[in-house]
């Protein structure tokens, strides 16, 4: 290893041989050990793909000899045994770059909803190079094919959520270095190559000192290049998106129908909700539904009374977790006839439990609760509000109430059930948020973010 770090790579490799060729004739059942971990990671190194993809052995999961062998399989064009490889880690660990890794492969072999659900997987723990994601080669092949559309609804609907928001937040700094990986050697402009090593080291194709201070006009034009890039890909990635909400809005009323086949009376007006928020002239895709009449000249009445009604609800319930008085103020802003609608008494409710005023949170929600009787969502927040509260003052008999009156729609949000499984609890001084029900932002979802349960989801679906 310190042969490589100093550039001395002939050495290094005739030290690695050796090794090798010790390591195997002491371990009569050639299970790779430190020294075949080794050899196979120098060869990478030195770009040896054929060699490492030839070598045969079979490393641990967690190895580093498992990450060389499989990009060295995706770099010769073998990315059905690449995901095979890192498949069984992330199995094991599920580690945020190994799913980037196996997106990178999945995209090469045009495999777009695979690649998109493992690049999915890679966002929320906010990986530390999430830039280089709009110039790396292995991932320009999925940008086209989300924007012809060739991906399906469950695609769509990941597309939508809000991670992908964060990601396509970045842009990148002036002259910021970008890792040249083989796929983007080799699909970059022929006169920009010979900025940069033919032969990849570490799986990049470095810089090369020299040619960067001898041809400062090169460096530019492959900063331009580079910009280029990120500025296509982001197009191609924007149209992908496009055609991914209007899939899922199109999705909305078929999630409705079912929402009221089983009388979920928040299902139902979230879908409804969401969809005019995006688009007004959407509330015609619901009147095929028999039954839900009054809830769309309701709506219809909303937006006439302000156009932006559910999308200030829906920023009202965006920045309550961070300042409850501003969202507040933005349901006051509200036309005032709506003051007293039960929706706008939820929604006061819930910012307020947002800021952790649980007590403040109680009065709007139990109003709520007697105006929407079928309804479960101004339930379902009472409950866990009467909770939070009873940890400091006591509402027991609030949340007996609540309990006893609840629709039974009630039993297939997870935060009910996650209230029932700590109250089973309770005693023993279990953590409340052992039983929390992990949601995101709500999109369209067919489980309304996560606050449905897995079976009504699949329902909603099929």
Request: with cysteine; proline share 7%; glycine share 4%.
């Amino acid at each position: 290893m310190a042969y490589w770090e100093l550039g001395m790579a002939d050495e290094a490799r005739e030290l690695a041989d050796e090794a090798l060729a010790k390591e195997r004739a002491e371990n009569a059942e050639e299970t790779p050990g430190p020294a075949a971990e080794w050899a196979i990671e120098l060869a990478f190194n030195c770009g040896e793909f054929q060699k490492v993809a030839d070598s045969g052995l079979q490393f641990a999961p967690s190895s580093r000899g498992t990450t060389s062998t499989a990009l060295s399989l995706h770099y010769l064009g073998r990315h059905a045994e690449a995901v095979e490889m890192l498949t069984k880690r992330v199995e094991r660990y599920s580690r945020p770059h190994d799913h980037y890794q196996i997106a990178c492969f999945l995209a090469q072999a045009g495999k777009a909803d695979e690649a998109v659900a493992h690049l999915y997987q890679s966002l929320p723990q906010n990986r530390h190079d999430r830039g280089k994601t709009w110039l790396d080669g292995d991932l320009k092949r999925l940008w086209l094919m989300l924007s012809k559309g060739a991906y399906s609804l469950e695609t769509a609907h990941l597309l939508v959520e809000s991670e992908f928001d964060f990601l396509r937040e970045w842009q990148p700094a002036p002259h910021q270095h970008f890792p040249i990986d083989p796929p983007n050697f080799r699909d970059m402009r022929p006169d920009l190559r010979p900025l940069f090593s033919a032969v990849p080291l570490d799986g990049e194709h470095p810089l090369l000192p020299v040619a960067a201070l001898t041809a400062p006009a090169l460096v530019e034009r492959f900063d331009q290049w580079a910009c280029d890039e990120i500025a296509a890909n982001q197009r191609a990635f924007d149209m992908g998106r496009e055609i991914a909400l209007r899939r899922v809005l199109d999705a909305q009323p078929a999630y409705a129908a079912a929402a009221w086949e089983r009388r979920d009376l928040c299902a139902l007006r979230y879908h409804v909700y969401w969809s005019v928020r995006n688009d007004p002239a959407r509330l015609r895709a619901f009147e095929h539904i028999a039954g839900i009449e009054p809830l769309l000249d309701e709506v219809r009445q909303m937006l006439a009374s302000d156009l932006e009604f559910f999308a200030k609800l829906e920023r009202a319930a965006i920045v309550a977790p961070d300042d409850v008085d501003e969202a507040l103020e933005i349901l006051e802003s509200l036309p005032r006839e709506w003051s007293g609608h039960p929706l706008i008494l939820f929604r006061r409710g819930c910012a307020l439990a947002s800021g952790r005023k649980f007590r403040e949170a109680l009065p709007p929600l139990l109003r709520a609760c007697s105006m929407w009787p079928d309804d479960p969502a101004p339930f379902v927040s009472a409950a866990w509000a009467a909770i939070k509260e009873e940890t400091k003052q006591g509402t027991s008999e609030v949340l007996r109430a609540v309990r006893a009156t609840a629709p039974r729609t009630a039993r297939d949000y997870r935060m009910w059930t996650g209230m029932e499984g700590w109250l089973s609890y309770a005693g023993e001084d279990s953590p409340m948020e052992a039983f929390e029900a992990k949601t995101r932002p709500f999109r369209g979802q067919p489980d309304l973010g996560g606050h449905l349960s897995l079976e009504i989801k699949q329902n909603a679906k099929s």
